[in-house]
């Protein structure tokens, strides 16, 4: 059987304090716990499933490259805008996945739909409000994570297909913003997206061929309202998802880049020993 990390492989013996057991030294007393057998049986019986499912697929070693790869020394919060970006794009797939089981992509009952999933249903107005607020947390939080790879000079050797990729990823979370903003379909979407269709149809070669494809036609009609909708629900979110899949990847093949005033110090030593040699 391929091996497992030790986390998941070794559960404490039964008395040993581990990671099932109290960590608070036992009772009120002191006196340590005896761990709940109940207990010991589910987390025997969760193990021996990451290990059935790990055998078939032999998924462990890039969820352990992915979860407990070593990070540079200097890794401080700055590196965790990635993930919190990643965290947004699926706090964003959730409530869309709820939004989509009421919402109706047609022009005439597209505002009706979306007025009804505010007003009559059950925490509606709060998962809109989730998605809503959401996408603009997304955009924030990509803005500041390809900050964060520029000012650290991450994007350099080996890792300049990581930030063309990553380049991709936020010309189409922007997409997700311009599509979703028509949905509600009311009049300030509608004229919105008037006006975002002339902007792109004034692009450079590809730009009336884009407007066209995004419009479904050369004027804005009852059909570009389930045209945006296929776009930003299925179209876009299947290529994002396919790509935050290759920039994963290529962040636990090439590992981070360690922060530029830690490079820093280690350079003078190295040009040094360049000159010597
Ligand atoms: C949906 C959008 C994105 C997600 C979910 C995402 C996720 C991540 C994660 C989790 C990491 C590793 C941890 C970290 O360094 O923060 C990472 C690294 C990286 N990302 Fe992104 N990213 C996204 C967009 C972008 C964008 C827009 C760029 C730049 C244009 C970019 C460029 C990079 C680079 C160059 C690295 C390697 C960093 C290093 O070596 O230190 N990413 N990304």
Do not use: C
């Not at 903003?181 to 902007?199: H, K, Q």
């Not at 930003?232 to 636990?252: E, K, Q, W």
């Amino acid at each position: 059987m391929p091996k497992l990390p030790s986390a998941l492989r070794k559960p404490s013996k039964p008395g040993e304090r581990g990671n099932g057991a109290r960590r608070d030294g036992g009772g009120a007393n002191g006196v340590e716990a005896e761990p709940h057998p109940v207990r010991e049986k589910t987390k025997e019986g969760a193990i021996d499933v990451v290990g059935w499912v790990d055998q078939r697929t032999g998924a462990s070693p890039f969820l352990t490259g992915l979860l407990l790869r070593k990070v540079p020394k200097g890794t401080n919060w700055f590196y965790t805008l990635g993930s919190a970006t990643l965290f947004a794009f699926v706090v964003q797939a959730l409530t869309g996945v709820f939004l989509a089981f009421y919402y109706v992509p047609s022009a005439t009952e597209a505002y009706d739909s979306i007025s009804h999933l505010t007003n009559d249903v059950f925490l509606g107005e709060f998962v809109r409000g989730l998605h809503k607020w959401g996408a603009t947390m997304m955009i924030i939080l990509i803005f500041l994570h390809m900050g964060r790879t520029f000012f650290f000079g991450a994007y350099k050797y080996p890792r300049e297909l990581n930030w063309v990729i990553g380049v991709v990823l936020l010309i189409l979370t922007l997409v997700m913003g311009l599509t979703g903003y028509l949905l509600p379909f009311d009049n300030r979407s509608y004229w919105a997206t008037i006006v975002a269709m002339n902007i792109t149809a004034s692009g450079p070669v590809v730009g009336p061929y884009l407007a066209d494809f995004l419009r479904a036609g050369s004027e804005f009609t009852a059909t570009t309202l389930p045209r945006f909708y296929a776009v930003h629900m299925l179209l876009v979110p299947g290529l994002i998802i396919a790509l935050i899949g290759a920039h994963l990847y290529l962040v636990v093949k090439l590992g981070t880049t360690a922060p530029p005033w830690l490079r820093a110090e280690a350079k003078p030593k190295s040009s040094r020993e360049e000159k010597v040699g």
